[in-house]
């Protein structure tokens, strides 16, 4: 007679870091609540100044007997990065859902990624990405479903020579492919196997996360989390904990859970400075955790950006060069980061981030 183990449902929470954006949030947050799956949490972590009027306004969507705990708080440092930490240390749910406030959720899309955690019971996979539509969901019903996912139009593409050179133009050229820009910290990307049990669930691997539509195990980004020293809204923390958490646990794309990056601008900053800090943020990520040759490769890759950001800025019109300028100013501010001692490091790299922050 076979011993048949009982099945025990995850849970998921849906944890949102957030600034001065509390209708795009509100959004996101009823998106989440119609969700065929229901979250078990919600935890929103808010520097903006009237924060607590805008948790007034969420906590009201919580229908009082639905079961769902919700934290609305705010933390001492604007950091998209702390935020995140915080809201993990918050939480109770077996699946953390750290999507961006302006991520909209299909109403499927829990529930298609929770069916992926819950087939993986020897949990070998960390982390589950929704897949990306080029359309909020409230605008699908005329328009069908479509997705927008690059790396499946390139990959549909290369099978005219056209597009192969174009696809190599976009990705080496152009750097626009996350794996082109991110240095694996140990000199190569891991490679680890898709579970048997979910390889008939239309997921493809992954090697990082993209943040507005990323899930971990809550385990997993308790392991492995988001750097706390990184400001703002701390370009390339999803790449660097995703990598981290891609060395010992698969990462996949959930084919069929559906999620809209709504891309509000209101609270971001301009690309001068998106540029700068996010080079500035991989100068210290890989001095704190990458080898010998993942730190030989930074200085090159700063000056193959620079090609790059320069002929993205002609091509694009921005006569003032702001994110080739940027990665000259990395370039220079990033010069003294690897010969730091840890603790000076840990000081100074943020005063170094709000300088660049306020000029």
Not at 94 to 122: H, N, R
Not at 123 to 133: D, N, Y
Not at 135 to 150: W, Y
Not at 236 to 263: C, F, M, P
Request: proline content about 6%; charged content about 25%; hydrophobic content about 40%.
């Amino acid at each position: 007679m076979t011993d048949l183990t009982e099945f025990k449902p995850l849970s998921w929470g849906l944890l949102i870091a957030t600034n001065k954006r509390p209708d795009i949030l509100r959004t996101c947050i009823e998106l989440a609540l119609a969700q065929t799956r229901a979250p078990c949490e919600i935890i929103v972590i808010d520097t903006s100044p009237d924060w607590e009027t805008h948790a007034s306004a969420i906590k009201a969507l919580i229908e009082p007997d639905s079961g769902i705990r919700m934290v609305y708080r705010t933390c001492d440092i604007g950091s998209t990065a702390v935020q995140r930490n915080t809201a993990v240390s918050e939480a109770r749910a077996d699946i953390v859902f750290l999507i961006d406030d302006d991520s909209l959720m299909y109403p499927t899309c829990a529930s298609e990624i929770m069916k992926i955690y819950e087939a993986d019971t020897k949990e070998q996979i960390g982390g589950v990405q929704a897949a990306l539509s080029d359309a909020p969901p409230h605008l699908m019903e005329s328009r069908g479903p479509q997705k927008q996912d690059n790396r499946q139009e390139a990959i549909k593409s290369r099978w005219f020579w056209v597009g192969r050179i174009k696809y190599f133009i976009w990705r080496k050229v152009f750097l626009m492919h996350q794996e082109e820009v991110f240095i694996p910290y140990e000199g190569k990307f891991p490679d680890l196997p898709i579970p048997v049990e979910v390889q008939g669930m239309s997921v493809w691997p992954e090697r990082l996360f993209h943040g507005c539509r990323m899930t971990f195990r809550r385990e997993s980004i308790l392991r492995e989390p988001f750097e706390n020293l990184l400001r703002s809204y701390s370009p390339g923390e999803d790449l660097d904990a995703s990598y981290r958490i891609s060395r010992t646990q698969s990462l996949v794309t959930a084919e069929k859970a559906l999620l809209n990056h709504y891309n509000i601008a209101t609270g971001r900053i301009d690309r001068y400075k998106t540029t700068v800090l996010s080079n500035m943020n991989q100068a210290l990520l890989v001095t704190k955790h990458g080898n010998a040759l993942a730190k030989r490769r930074f200085r090159p890759l700063l000056r193959r950006k620079l090609l790059a950001e320069f002929l993205k800025d002609i091509l694009q019109k921005r006569l003032t060069l702001p994110q080739a300028r940027g990665i000259l100013s990395a370039i220079r501010q990033s010069r003294q980061i690897p010969n730091m001692p840890p603790g000076e490091l840990e000081a100074w790299y943020p005063v170094c981030q709000q300088r660049i922050l306020e000029t």
